[in-house]
C-alpha cells in the first residue's frame, strides 16, 4: 500500500491510499468515528477503475496523524487477538 500525504493540518489530515481495496477502508473509517476527538472520517474514490482513495480525518482535538496512528494501532492488537483453530 502506498500512502502520500496530501494535506495536514492542525486539526485536517488528508492521505492519498493507493492500491487498495475499499474494505480496510470501511474498517478503518469504521473505527476512527468511534473515537470522541473524532469530528469527521471519510473516504472517497479518486476514479471508478482506479482503486486510489482520499482518506479525510477532522478532529476537534489532538492531531488527526496521532488518532490515526492509534486507531490503526488498536485495529492490529483486536485482530492479533483472534485465535483460529
Known amino acids: 500500500m502506498e500512502l502520500e500525504v ?6 485536517e ?3 492519498l491510499i493507493k492500491g487498495k481495496k475499499e474494505t480496510i477502508l470501511n474498517l ?3 473505527k476512527l468515528l468511534e473515537d470522541k476527538s473524532v469530528e469527521f472520517a471519510g473516504y472517497e474514490k479518486e476514479h471508478p477503475l482506479i482503486e486510489n482513495y ?4 477532522k478532529t476537534n482535538k489532538g492531531k488527526p496523524v496521532t488518532v490515526l496512528k492509534k486507531t490503526i494501532e488498536s485495529l492490529i492488537k483486536e485482530f492479533s487477538s483472534i485465535k483460529l483453530e
Open 13 to 15: 489530515l488528508v492521505i
Open 54 to 57: 482520499t482518506l479525510t480525518i
Open 28 to 30: 478503518l473509517v469504521s
Open 6 to 11: 496530501i494535506s495536514s493540518e492542525t486539526n
